[in-house]
C-alpha cells in the first residue's frame, strides 16, 4: 500500500510541477492511433471565486499543439512491441511539439488496455474529535477494506465516491462536520502491472516524466457525458481501435469500468478477410462505405476493392455495400452485446438514470444509432467530446474523445486516495508526529 | 567497352510486354553476372531517430536557442577576434593600418586649406593677425587647431572678438570685429587709445595723430572710461572748448577746459552737476566770464573762483562803491 502511495504521490508532484511550468502533454496511446496534444496552462486567470470558476476550470489551460499518428505496436490497447510503440510516441510528440513550438518534458498519459477491474470497497472509523478531520478522512480511507486484487495487478484510480457521517449518507465533503462514525465507499480500478510498466518504459524512453496515468475508459466518460448525465448517472461507451471501455458515472464520480476486447480493428480485419484485401484498404473502405444498416439502394452502390496483385480478374474485383455491411454488421453487434454483458454484470439496469452514450472512433459509423438501442435499451446517443480551447478542428472529432477526457483530468482531477495525507499511525518513520499527538492527548 | 545493364534491354509495358516479365528477367541475368540486387526500397518510417528526437527537443529548449541564437555567435566573433589580437604583430599591423587610412582620408584635397582670409581687420592688424597664427599652407583642416588659434587672436588687444572658419574651396576665414578707440588716455607712460569699455586698443605716438578722440587723464583714468565717455557726452556745448578729462584722487572728475579753466564735479552724480554747469554757462554765461574754475564738489553750493585780475577788478568796483581804496 505504500509503494502505492509513493508512487501515486510522485506522479501528482510531477503534475504540480508541470503546471508551474505551464506546459503539460496528454498522451493518448490507443491501438489505432496516438494523439498527443500540448496544453498551455495560463494560470486561475479566467477562474472565478472558489475553485470553480468559469467553464468549470476548462478555461485555465489552452491547446496549442495537436498531433496524431498512426499507432504501431499496439493491440487491445496493449504494448505489443515496444520499439515500434516507442517510435510512435516519439513521432506524435515531437509533430505536437513541433506545432506548440515549446519543448514539453511531463506528460499525462490514458491507454485502455490492461483488462481494468472494479472494486467497490467500504470502510469505517470513529471520529477523533468532534468534527471530521482531514486526518479523519485519511483514516477512513485507509481503513477500508482492499480485496486482494492480485500481486500482478496496480491500482490505477482509487476515487472516495461517497461519505457517511453517522446516519447522514451521500456526503461529498465530510470535512468540518460534527459526527461520531464516518464511513467512506470508494471505487477502486486496478490494471495488470505489466500493461503499465510496459507503458512507463515507452514514454521513458522518449524523455518525458509521467505526471499522471488515467485509464481510458474514465478520461473519455468525462468528456463525453454532459454534467447533468455525469450527475444522474450514465454509461459511457468509448468505441476505440482495439478495445472498447464502458464507464459508468454517478454523482459525477465514476463506479464502474470495464473493458471489451474488441474494437474497430476488429472490424477491419473482419473486411479485410472477407474480401481478401490489405488491411489499409479494408481500413480506407470500412471509414469511406462503411454501416450498419442495408436498404435497397445497397444492393446497387458497388464499390471498387482494388488491389495491384498484377491479376486483372482479382484488381478490378467489385463488391456491393450491402455486402460490405454485412460483414461489418455482426462484428459490431458481437461488440455492443460484450458492452451489454459488462453493463449487466455492474447492474446497470438498477440504476435510476440508464443514459447511455457511444464516444469513440467507432461510434462514427453511420447506422450505429439504430442498432445500439436495440441491444442497449432505448436512451442511447452519440457523444462527441466537449470542446476545449484552441483544438484544432481535426481533434474534436468522436475518436479524441479519451484525449479531451484527459485534458479535464490534467487541468483538475478528482480526489484520490492518494491526495489525502497518509494517516499518522501509518508512519512508521515519522514517530515525531506521534509522540506530539501523545502529548496532545495526555496533557 | 561500357558493361551494359540489361534492364535496359527490358521492354517498357507499352512496347508490347510485360514489365513485370523483363523485370524478372533482368533480375535474373544480374544474378547470374554477380551483381548483388540493391536491397528493395523500404517504406519510409515516419518516426524521427532517437537522436534526432532528442536534437529537436534540444532546440525546443528556450535557454539553449537564446544561447544558440544571441550569445554564441556574438562569443565566436569575441573569441576569433580576441585570437587575432593577442599577438602582438597583428596589434601594431592593425593600429598602423588605421593610422595610414586616417592620414589618407586626412589628406585628401577635400579637406587641404590653402590660404588664409582676414576679414574686418585693418592693414597692421592683419598683419600682427598672420604672424601669430603662423602656418604653412596647404595643411589638412584635421591638423588646425581652430580653438587655440581663435584664443591666441582673441587675445590681441585691438581685437574685440574674432569668428575662424574654414570655408569652402580651402580658404581659412577670420573674422575680426576691430576694437573702436573712444579715448585717448595719457599717462606716465605715454599716450594710449582705449576704447568704450576702457580696453587698451594701441599705443599713440602724437596726440595731434587722433584729434577727434577725447583726451583722458589722471590715475584710474581708464578704469572709470565708461563714466568719462557719459560725461563727455552730456558735457554737449562745452564740448568745442574742452581740452580733457582729467581723473582726481581715482574717484571724481575734472573737466579742463581751455584758457585753464576747470570744472571740479562731486564724486556722486557728476552728469547732474555738470548739467548744473552747462545750464549756468547758458543763462549767465558763466564759463565766458573770467573764471578760473568752478566747484562743484557740493552741489547744493556751487563755489565760482576767479582769476587773480578778476578778483583785482571786482575789489576795484567794491572799492568804487563803497568809496574806498584798497590799494
Same mark, same amino acid.
Not at chain 1, 479523519?136 to 457517511?164: C, I, M, W
Not at chain 1, 442511447?380 to 479519451?402: C, D, H, K, M
Not at chain 1, 484525449?403 to 515525531?432: K, M
Given at each position: 500500500?505504500?509503494?502505492?502511495?509513493?508512487?501515486?504521490?510522485?506522479?501528482?508532484?510531477?503534475?504540480?510541477?508541470?503546471?508551474?511550468?505551464?506546459?503539460?502533454?496528454?498522451?493518448?496511446?490507443?491501438?489505432?492511433?496516438?494523439?498527443?496534444?500540448?496544453?498551455?496552462?495560463?494560470?486561475?486567470?479566467?477562474?472565478?471565486?472558489?475553485?470553480?470558476?468559469?467553464?468549470?476550470?476548462?478555461?485555465?489551460?489552452?491547446?496549442?499543439?495537436?498531433?496524431?499518428?498512426?499507432?504501431?505496436?499496439?493491440?487491445?490497447?496493449?504494448?505489443?512491441?515496444?520499439?515500434?510503440?516507442?517510435?510512435?510516441?516519439?513521432?506524435?510528440?515531437?509533430?505536437?511539439?513541433?506545432?506548440?513550438?515549446?519543448?514539453?518534458?511531463?506528460?499525462?498519459?490514458?491507454?485502455?488496455?490492461?483488462?481494468?477491474?472494479?472494486?467497490?470497497?467500504?470502510?469505517?472509523?470513529?471520529?477523533?474529535?468532534?468534527?471530521?478531520?482531514?486526518?479523519?478522512?485519511?483514516?477512513?480511507?485507509?481503513?477500508?477494506?482492499?480485496?486482494?486484487?492480485?500481486?500482478?495487478?496496480?491500482?490505477?484510480?482509487?476515487?472516495?465516491?461517497?461519505?457517511?457521517?453517522?446516519?447522514?449518507?451521500?456526503?461529498?465533503?465530510?470535512?468540518?462536520?460534527?459526527?461520531?462514525?464516518?464511513?467512506?465507499?470508494?471505487?477502486?480500478?486496478?490494471?495488470?502491472?505489466?500493461?503499465?510498466?510496459?507503458?512507463?518504459?515507452?514514454?521513458?524512453?522518449?524523455?518525458?516524466?509521467?505526471?499522471?496515468?488515467?485509464?481510458?475508459?474514465?478520461?473519455?466518460?468525462?468528456?463525453?457525458?454532459?454534467?447533468?448525465?455525469?450527475?444522474?448517472?450514465?454509461?459511457?461507451?468509448?468505441?476505440?481501435?482495439?478495445?472498447?471501455?464502458?464507464?459508468?458515472?454517478?454523482?459525477?464520480?465514476?463506479?464502474?469500468?470495464?473493458?471489451?476486447?474488441?474494437?474497430?480493428?476488429?472490424?477491419?480485419?473482419?473486411?479485410?478477410?472477407?474480401?481478401?484485401?490489405?488491411?489499409?484498404?479494408?481500413?480506407?473502405?470500412?471509414?469511406?462505405?462503411?454501416?450498419?444498416?442495408?436498404?435497397?439502394?445497397?444492393?446497387?452502390?458497388?464499390?471498387?476493392?482494388?488491389?495491384?496483385?498484377?491479376?486483372?480478374?482479382?484488381?478490378?474485383?467489385?463488391?456491393?455495400?450491402?455486402?460490405?455491411?454485412?460483414?461489418?454488421?455482426?462484428?459490431?453487434?458481437?461488440?455492443?452485446?460484450?458492452?451489454?454483458?459488462?453493463?449487466?454484470?455492474?447492474?446497470?439496469?438498477?440504476?435510476?438514470?440508464?443514459?447511455?452514450?457511444?464516444?469513440?472512433?467507432?461510434?462514427?459509423?453511420?447506422?450505429?444509432?439504430?442498432?445500439?438501442?436495440?441491444?442497449?435499451?432505448?436512451?442511447?446517443?452519440?457523444?462527441?467530446?466537449?470542446?476545449?480551447?484552441?483544438?484544432?478542428?481535426?481533434?474534436?472529432?468522436?475518436?479524441?474523445?479519451?484525449?479531451?477526457?484527459?485534458?479535464?483530468?490534467?487541468?483538475?482531477?478528482?480526489?484520490?486516495?492518494?491526495?489525502?495525507?497518509?494517516?499518522?499511525?501509518?508512519?512508521?518513520?515519522?514517530?515525531?508526529?506521534?509522540?506530539?499527538?501523545?502529548?496532545?492527548?495526555?496533557? | 567497352?561500357?558493361?551494359?545493364?540489361?534492364?535496359?534491354?527490358?521492354?517498357?509495358?507499352?512496347?508490347?510486354?510485360?514489365?513485370?516479365?523483363?523485370?524478372?528477367?533482368?533480375?535474373?541475368?544480374?544474378?547470374?553476372?554477380?551483381?548483388?540486387?540493391?536491397?528493395?526500397?523500404?517504406?519510409?518510417?515516419?518516426?524521427?531517430?532517437?537522436?534526432?528526437?532528442?536534437?529537436?527537443?534540444?532546440?525546443?529548449?528556450?535557454?539553449?536557442?537564446?544561447?544558440?541564437?544571441?550569445?554564441?555567435?556574438?562569443?565566436?566573433?569575441?573569441?576569433?577576434?580576441?585570437?587575432?589580437?593577442?599577438?602582438?604583430?597583428?596589434?601594431?599591423?592593425?593600429?598602423?593600418?588605421?593610422?595610414?587610412?586616417?592620414?589618407?582620408?586626412?589628406?585628401?584635397?577635400?579637406?587641404?586649406?590653402?590660404?588664409?582670409?582676414?576679414?574686418?581687420?585693418?592693414?597692421?592688424?592683419?598683419?600682427?593677425?598672420?604672424?601669430?597664427?603662423?602656418?604653412?599652407?596647404?595643411?589638412?583642416?584635421?591638423?588646425?587647431?581652430?580653438?587655440?588659434?581663435?584664443?591666441?587672436?582673441?587675445?590681441?588687444?585691438?581685437?574685440?572678438?574674432?569668428?575662424?572658419?574654414?570655408?569652402?574651396?580651402?580658404?581659412?576665414?577670420?573674422?575680426?570685429?576691430?576694437?573702436?578707440?573712444?579715448?585717448?588716455?595719457?599717462?606716465?607712460?605715454?599716450?594710449?587709445?582705449?576704447?568704450?569699455?576702457?580696453?587698451?586698443?594701441?599705443?599713440?605716438?602724437?596726440?595731434?595723430?587722433?584729434?577727434?578722440?577725447?583726451?583722458?587723464?589722471?590715475?584710474?583714468?581708464? +578704469?572709470?572710461?565708461?563714466?568719462?565717455?557719459? /560725461?563727455?557726452?552730456? !558735457?554737449?556745448?562745452? #564740448?568745442? @572748448?574742452? $581740452? %580733457?578729462?582729467?581723473?582726481?584722487?581715482?574717484?571724481?572728475?575734472?573737466?579742463?577746459?581751455?584758457?585753464?579753466?576747470?570744472?571740479?564735479?562731486?564724486?556722486?552724480?557728476?552728469?547732474?552737476?555738470?548739467?548744473?554747469?552747462?545750464?549756468?554757462?547758458?543763462?549767465?554765461?558763466?564759463?565766458?566770464?573770467?573764471?578760473?574754475?568752478?566747484?562743484?564738489? +557740493?552741489?547744493?553750493?556751487?563755489?565760482?573762483? /576767479?582769476?587773480?585780475? !578778476?578778483?583785482?577788478? #571786482?575789489? @576795484?568796483? $567794491? %572799492?568804487?562803491?563803497?568809496?574806498?581804496?584798497?590799494?
Amino acid at each position: 500500500m505504500t509503494d502505492l502511495y509513493e508512487a501515486q504521490r510522485a506522479m501528482r508532484n510531477m503534475r504540480k510541477a508541470a503546471l508551474q511550468r505551464g506546459v503539460i502533454a496528454i498522451l493518448d496511446v490507443g491501438t489505432s492511433k496516438i494523439a498527443c496534444l500540448v496544453l498551455r496552462f495560463d494560470g486561475e486567470r479566467f477562474m472565478g471565486g472558489d475553485g470553480v470558476g468559469a467553464l468549470a476550470g476548462q478555461s485555465s489551460f489552452r491547446v496549442i499543439g495537436a498531433a496524431t499518428t498512426r499507432s504501431r505496436g499496439v493491440r487491445f490497447g496493449e504494448i505489443d512491441s515496444m520499439p515500434e510503440t516507442e517510435r510512435a510516441i516519439r513521432t506524435a510528440v515531437q509533430a505536437a511539439q513541433k506545432m506548440a513550438q515549446t519543448r514539453v518534458d511531463h506528460v499525462i498519459a490514458c491507454f485502455s488496455g490492461g483488462s481494468p477491474r472494479s472494486y467497490g470497497i467500504a470502510g469505517q472509523v470513529d471520529v477523533e474529535y468532534d468534527t471530521v478531520s482531514e486526518q479523519d478522512v485519511a483514516r477512513v480511507l485507509a481503513s477500508s477494506d482492499v480485496p486482494e486484487y492480485g500481486t500482478h495487478r496496480e491500482v490505477l484510480h482509487a476515487q472516495p465516491v461517497n461519505f457517511q457521517l453517522d446516519h447522514r449518507s451521500g456526503l461529498k465533503d465530510p470535512r468540518g462536520q460534527i459526527g461520531q462514525s464516518l464511513a467512506v465507499d470508494m471505487h477502486m480500478l486496478t490494471v495488470d502491472t505489466a500493461t503499465i510498466q510496459n507503458l512507463l518504459y515507452c514514454i521513458k524512453r522518449c524523455d518525458l516524466e509521467v505526471a499522471g496515468l488515467a485509464s481510458g475508459a474514465y478520461v473519455s466518460g468525462i468528456s463525453a457525458l454532459v454534467e447533468d448525465e455525469q450527475e444522474l448517472g450514465a454509461a459511457c461507451v468509448d468505441l476505440g481501435g482495439g478495445a472498447t471501455d464502458v464507464s459508468i458515472f454517478m454523482k459525477k464520480h465514476m463506479i464502474y469500468a470495464d473493458s471489451v476486447r474488441m474494437g474497430g480493428e476488429h472490424v477491419t480485419s473482419d473486411i479485410a478477410m472477407g474480401l481478401q484485401i490489405p488491411f489499409a484498404t479494408a481500413e480506407r473502405i470500412k471509414t469511406f462505405y462503411g454501416g450498419l444498416v442495408a436498404t435497397g439502394m445497397d444492393d446497387r452502390e458497388m464499390i471498387e476493392v482494388g488491389s495491384d496483385c498484377g491479376d486483372w480478374e482479382k484488381d478490378r474485383r467489385t463488391v456491393s455495400r450491402a455486402e460490405l455491411i454485412g460483414i461489418i454488421r455482426p462484428r459490431v453487434e458481437e461488440i455492443l452485446e460484450g458492452v451489454r454483458e459488462c453493463l449487466d454484470a455492474a447492474g446497470f439496469e438498477h440504476m435510476p438514470s440508464q443514459q447511455i452514450v457511444l464516444t469513440g472512433g467507432g461510434s462514427q459509423i453511420p447506422g450505429l444509432d439504430t442498432l445500439a438501442p436495440k441491444i442497449l435499451g432505448q436512451n442511447v446517443r452519440i457523444g462527441r467530446p466537449l470542446r476545449v480551447q484552441g483544438l484544432p478542428q481535426a481533434a474534436t472529432g468522436a475518436a479524441f474523445a479519451s484525449a479531451v477526457g484527459l485534458c479535464l483530468f490534467a487541468a483538475n482531477p478528482q480526489d484520490e486516495w492518494w491526495d489525502f495525507e497518509i494517516p499518522a499511525e501509518r508512519y512508521p518513520a515519522r514517530s515525531l508526529k506521534r509522540a506530539m499527538r501523545w502529548f496532545k492527548d495526555n496533557w | 567497352m561500357r558493361p551494359v545493364d540489361p534492364i535496359e534491354f527490358a521492354k517498357g509495358p507499352t512496347a508490347g510486354g510485360s514489365a513485370r516479365v523483363s523485370e524478372a528477367v533482368a533480375r535474373a541475368i544480374r544474378a547470374r553476372r554477380g551483381d548483388t540486387e540493391a536491397a528493395p526500397q523500404r517504406p519510409r518510417d515516419p518516426a524521427p531517430s532517437r537522436a534526432a528526437y532528442r536534437m529537436n527537443r534540444l532546440w525546443l529548449t528556450p535557454s539553449f536557442r537564446f544561447f544558440l541564437r544571441r550569445i554564441a555567435p556574438m562569443a565566436a566573433v569575441a573569441a576569433c577576434v580576441g585570437l587575432w589580437f593577442a599577438s602582438e604583430d597583428n596589434r601594431t599591423a592593425f593600429t598602423d593600418q588605421i593610422a595610414l587610412w586616417k592620414s589618407e582620408i586626412q589628406n585628401r584635397p577635400e579637406f587641404m586649406v590653402k590660404l588664409m582670409a582676414i576679414d574686418g581687420a585693418s592693414a597692421p592688424l592683419a598683419e600682427d593677425i598672420r604672424e601669430i597664427a603662423a602656418v604653412d599652407f596647404p595643411i589638412s583642416s584635421f591638423d588646425l587647431d581652430l580653438p587655440e588659434m581663435l584664443e591666441q587672436i582673441e587675445d590681441l588687444d585691438a581685437v574685440a572678438s574674432a569668428g575662424l572658419h574654414v570655408r569652402a574651396g580651402g580658404i581659412l576665414q577670420i573674422d575680426i570685429t576691430e576694437r573702436t578707440p573712444a579715448v585717448i588716455w595719457r599717462s606716465s607712460a605715454g599716450l594710449e587709445m582705449l576704447d568704450a569699455e576702457g580696453h587698451r586698443v594701441a599705443e599713440l605716438p602724437h596726440r595731434g595723430d587722433r584729434p577727434d578722440l577725447p583726451l583722458i587723464a589722471g590715475e584710474g583714468a581708464e +578704469r572709470a572710461v565708461v563714466e568719462a565717455l557719459a /560725461l563727455l557726452k552730456s !558735457a554737449g556745448p562745452l #564740448l568745442p @572748448r574742452m $581740452r %580733457g578729462l582729467v581723473r582726481v584722487g581715482e574717484r571724481r572728475w575734472n573737466v579742463v577746459l581751455d584758457r585753464d579753466q576747470v570744472i571740479m564735479l562731486p564724486e556722486e552724480n557728476p552728469l547732474g552737476a555738470l548739467a548744473q554747469v552747462v545750464a549756468l554757462d547758458q543763462a549767465k554765461d558763466l564759463l565766458g566770464r573770467d573764471v578760473a574754475s568752478v566747484d562743484m564738489r +557740493r552741489p547744493t553750493r556751487p563755489t565760482v573762483r /576767479l582769476t587773480e585780475a !578778476a578778483q583785482d577788478e #571786482l575789489k @576795484r568796483l $567794491r %572799492g568804487v562803491e563803497l568809496g574806498v581804496s584798497y590799494r
